[in-house]
């Protein structure tokens, strides 16, 4: 399977979810997807709110012919900060997650090491406005892995079973 064939085939499956973007988006990125969910708690009536709970996820879309260790870390640190600038925190956020996902035809074996050890996370006013974590996974058609840092293992799992099952 080829990096764009493998690209349409993990679009479709997060559309379900997601609110998918394939055009417009900024370069090096070939995709955007969305996630909103806003919860409310109250005590015993409607008028007794207790909190507003809103998370939200980014999800960033690269395809790559050939991915290195420097080429990883650019692309992340770029989604790092072009998903914080969609983050709004007050007191009834609770987390707002950027993800990156790369499909690469080849990859070397620094940028298999290097992904286990990116790590990005930030709170906002000491946890009380929420906080962000960075999820990265990418797969190495060449070798048909998927590689993903520890906060990713999840969005690792639902790639091996959108592209390899």
């Known amino acids: 399977m080829e990096s764009y064939d493998a690209l349409r085939k993990v679009l479709r499956a997060f559309e379900k979810f997601y609110t998918v973007k394939a055009c417009d988006v900024d370069a090096p990125f070939c995709a955007l997807a969305e996630f909103h969910a806003?919860?409310?708690?109250?005590?015993?009536?409607?008028?007794?709110?207790?909190a507003d709970i809103d998370t939200n996820e980014y999800v960033f879309f690269a395809q790559e012919k050939f991915l290195d260790a420097a080429k990883l870390a650019t692309l992340a640190e770029t989604a790092w900060k072009r998903g914080l600038n969609f983050v709004k925190p007050?007191?009834?956020?609770?987390?707002?997650?950027?993800?990156?996902?790369?499909?690469?035809?080849?990859?070397?074996?620094?940028?298999?090491?290097?992904?286990?050890k990116l790590h990005r996370y930030k709170s906002y006013k000491f946890g009380i406005y929420g906080w962000s974590a960075f999820n990265?996974?990418?797969?190495?058609?060449?070798?048909?892995?998927?590689f993903s840092n520890s906060r990713g293992a999840n969005l690792k799992q639902n790639l091996q079973k959108i592209l390899f099952q």
């Open 38 to 50: 806003h919860g409310e708690q109250f005590f015993l009536t409607k008028a007794a709110k207790v």
């Open 136 to 146: 990265i996974s990418f797969c190495d058609f060449s070798s048909r892995k998927i």
């Open 90 to 116: 007050y007191f009834g956020h609770k987390n707002s997650d950027v993800s990156l996902v790369l499909l690469a035809d080849e990859s070397d074996s620094d940028a298999k090491k290097f992904v286990r």
